[in-house]
């Protein structure tokens, strides 16, 4: 079986609904048990919080936010957000969690147009 390439847009909040976690894991699962890659993590709209370094779950709660680091540290991923969504909702550079960077539709486009897969949560 040939090797895909995929490209994931985040959309959901990193909490307050599942769409976030459930593209952490689907990406965790991906890169751990296949030979297929991703190409980027694109955070667009409401998705955007999945990058502010201020999140703060409860000690019982998954952090999502440190999950994504992690999973870019380990797989050497791409972790951006879109700039104009981020600012709409008060992320910045003051506030953008590590291994993730701030980027234009521009990078979207980009992945889109490389990859094999687009797959959106």
């Not at 992690?70 to 981020?86: D, G, I, N, P, R």
């Not at 550079?93 to 897969?117: M, Q, W, Y």
């Amino acid at each position: 079986m040939k090797s895909l390439n995929y490209t994931l847009v985040i959309m959901g909040p990193a909490y307050g609904t599942q769409s976030a976690y459930c593209a952490f894991q689907f990406a965790q699962t991906l890169l751990s048990s296949s030979n297929h890659s991703i190409a980027n993590i694109f955070f667009y709209a409401d998705g955007v919080y999945n990058a502010n370094c201020y999140s703060d779950p409860a000690n019982d709660e998954f952090d999502l936010v440190k999950a994504w680091q992690s999973l870019a540290k380990q797989y050497s991923l791409k972790l951006t957000v879109c700039v104009a969504a981020a600012q709409r909702r008060g992320i910045g550079v003051n506030n953008l969690a590590e291994h993730f960077e701030l980027t234009g539709l521009g990078e979207l486009s980009e992945a889109v147009a490389s990859s094999d897969r687009v797959l959106q949560f």
